[in-house]
């Protein structure tokens, strides 16, 4: 597709319920964000993946959270026992990766997906 | 802990240029400015990019000053589509996936 794209767009589930929520990115696009945004709240970086290195998970709020990444392409965002706090948009991004301090491009831009909105009741 | 600094809020009248201020004064000699804004809780939408010098595309102008301590980001004839939180957002040039930070923006309302 022409941009990333996310499912489900919107997802209501039972407190204590696991959730996936799923992202396609750019197709050629090796790097893959996930960030969520509370309501009224800013962007809130959550994990990065990055062709085949270990994934960047120092945005994790918890173990209840949990993302991979499977050939390097789709990714799903897991959320154990979800909580009310837990309720937010899950935005997932992806950007082409270049060479190490090359001029950044446009093609280097990360791009958003429309996000998939989660309330947990 | 966004390394930019922006005003809350800012109105701008239809039809005028819109000019939305940056200040990032700890930027490094390898740190871009960019800009993003986000409509509603929609994806974030990239704007521009730029290093030291002057850029202009489709969307807007941005404005760096020499000692690359602030920017503006100018859209030159504001609408009512352009009612948004914007972004300033510097980013380090490494291989081009570093993440962005996101800081609180400046929310702009275009008035009729």
């Known amino acids: 597709g022409a941009g990333v794209s996310q499912s489900p767009s919107n997802k209501v589930t039972e407190k204590g319920k696991d959730v996936e929520l799923r992202c396609d990115p750019i197709?050629?696009?090796?790097?893959l964000y996930w960030y969520r945004q509370s309501l009224g709240q800013g962007l809130e970086f959550l994990i990065y993946?990055?062709?085949?290195?270990?994934?960047?998970k120092s945005g994790l709020p918890s173990d209840r959270f949990s993302a991979e990444r499977t050939g390097g392409s789709v990714s799903t965002l897991t959320i154990q026992r979800t909580q009310q706090e837990d309720s937010a948009v899950y935005l997932c991004?992806?950007?082409?990766?270049?060479?190490?301090?090359?001029?950044?491009?446009?093609?280097?831009?990360?791009?958003f997906g429309e996000g998939s909105w989660l309330t947990v009741v | 802990d966004a390394k930019t600094t922006q005003p809350p809020s800012m109105d701008c009248a239809e039809g005028r240029a819109a000019n939305l201020p940056c200040n990032h004064s700890t930027i490094s000699g390898n740190e871009y400015v960019y800009w993003y804004r986000q409509i509603h809780s929609q994806g974030p939408q990239y704007i521009i990019h730029?290093?030291?010098n002057n850029e202009t595309n489709e969307m807007a102008s941005l404005i760096i000053t020499e000692d690359r301590k602030s920017s503006t980001l100018i859209l030159p004839h504001a609408t009512l589509r352009d009612t948004a939180v914007y972004y300033c957002?510097?980013?380090?040039?490494?291989?081009?996936?570093?993440?962005?930070?996101f800081g609180t923006g400046t929310r702009l309302t275009i008035i009729p």
């Open positions: 991004a992806s950007s082409l990766v270049s060479g190490w301090g090359t001029p950044l491009s446009s093609g280097n831009t990360i791009y």
């Open positions: 197709s050629g696009h090796t790097a």
């Open positions: 730029g290093l030291k």
């Open positions: 993946f990055q062709g085949n290195s270990a994934p960047d």
């Open positions: 957002i510097v980013r380090v040039a490494g291989f081009g996936n570093e993440k962005l930070t």
